[in-house]
């Protein structure tokens, strides 16, 4: 049988709404867990073991929320190029922001990332004592996330940035704001960029959190061009924006075709 014939089967579909259940409680029940220890440690254990323990615990829930999707949600993971990236240094990471999952996908892979998350976030109460714990940037404006992801950089870290600073909307990609350009400037780190490639657009800005995925999902993430750090920060925005709507193109809007 065929993915598309599958779509259109009432028990698959029924299945759909299953897995949406399962996938959205998951991450709400390892957020949890969490939540309480992440409190605690946070005022109390020393920055450094508290952040490194922080980013750790976050890998390893999102490796296990991932081995829940692909084993009971009928998810399909190829993450395989991102293996080996945690042991190159530090560096920016840039990526296309298709989806809420894409940042679930990255740090899976990478134990010592430094996520920018919006304000917002950074309060929800699922996530954000974690997020305080790992030393996760806050989005309060350019000069605090250099700043802050200066520092990341001088300690060793990588720090991953969505240079769109939202979900795509217009696809390929929004315009990019020049934050990881000023960042990439300032640290004279190199910026390795991620194609992330999803079959469907779950989880994007058109698709409500409660609407059924359609399964199974593949999702693929590429490494790209790896960009040495900028002298015109400007100049590099719109250099890497052209690089990402070129890959795009290419690879005909990140979708997969499998027919099963």
């Known amino acids: 049988m065929t993915e598309r014939s599958l779509r259109r089967n009432p028990l698959w579909i029924a299945y759909e709404h299953v897995a949406m259940l ?31 323990l922080g980013r750790r615990v976050i890998t390893i829930g999102f ?64 996530f954000g004592s974690a997020a305080r714990l790992a030393r996760y940037i806050r989005n309060d404006g350019a000069l605090q996330i250099i700043r802050q992801s200066r520092a990341g950089l001088d300690e060793g870290a990588q720090v991953l940035l969505f240079p769109e600073g939202s979900r795509t909307r217009n696809f390929p990609v929004d315009p990019f704001t020049p934050t ?43 490494l790209g061009r790896r960009f040495p750090a900028p002298l015109d920060y400007a100049a590099f925005t719109h250099e890497l924006e052209a690089y990402f709507r070129n890959e795009s193109s290419l690879h005909g809007s990140a979708r997969f075709t499998h027919d099963e």
Request: with cysteine; net charge positive.
């Open 22 to 52: 399962i996938g959205l409680g998951t991450l709400a029940a390892l957020c949890l867990s969490w939540l309480p220890f992440a409190m605690l440690l946070h005022p109390v254990l020393p920055r450094g073991l508290g952040q490194t």
């Open 63 to 126: 490796r296990l929320y991932l081995h829940v999707l692909g084993g009971l949600c009928a998810c399909r993971f190829d993450l395989s190029e991102l293996e080996h990236l945690h042991r190159e240094g530090p560096m920016i990471i840039a990526a296309n922001h298709p989806s809420l999952l894409d940042a679930v996908l990255i740090v899976s892979r990478l134990p010592n990332a430094i996520c920018v998350m919006k304000a917002s976030l950074m309060d929800n109460v699922l």
């Open 180 to 222: 990881l350009g000023m960042i990439a400037r300032r640290s004279g780190v190199p910026v390795q960029t991620l194609l992330i490639e999803y079959s469907t657009p779950y989880l994007g800005k058109a698709w409500p959190l409660f609407r059924r995925p359609e399964l199974p999902l593949h999702c693929r993430v590429r």
